[in-house]
């Protein structure tokens, strides 16, 4: 069993920065991709940022700001944003898809933290 436990969010200010970290434990094997999603309150869950092997991308309204990173050494995922504004607010929830011997490929997901940007 494979645990995705989400560190990082709170109240910040409009322009300022936070930290997302994302830690994975359990049996892995490999972290194929981790991304970030996010969901404010009466929306959908959107896709934030992922990163691959290939690299990372970003949904338009946070590139340029934020910044997608991953240590797979210690199965870890981080989210740096900056320059916050309000419409950041949402949970945000870090995901990852990670292979195992015996059942392959699963996808996980973390309980979410909030972050909160006063205007």
């Known amino acids: 069993q494979v645990q995705l436990v989400e560190s990082g969010g709170g109240l910040v200010q409009a322009g300022e920065s936070l930290r997302l970290s994302c830690k994975a434990s359990g049996k892995i094997y490999r972290i194929n991709t981790g991304a970030w999603y996010r969901q404010a309150p009466g929306n959908g869950r959107e896709l934030v940022a992922r990163v691959t092997d290939l690299g990372t991308n970003y949904t338009d309204s946070v590139r340029g700001r934020f910044t997608i990173s991953r240590d797979n050494g210690n199965y870890m995922l981080y989210l740096q944003m900056n320059n916050l504004k309000h419409e950041d607010t949402a949970v945000y929830y870090c995901?990852?898809?990670?292979?195992?011997?015996?059942?392959?490929?699963?996808?996980?997901w973390g309980q979410g933290t909030q972050v909160t940007v006063s205007a």
């Open positions: 995901t990852a898809n990670i292979y195992h011997f015996s059942t392959g490929s699963v996808d996980y």
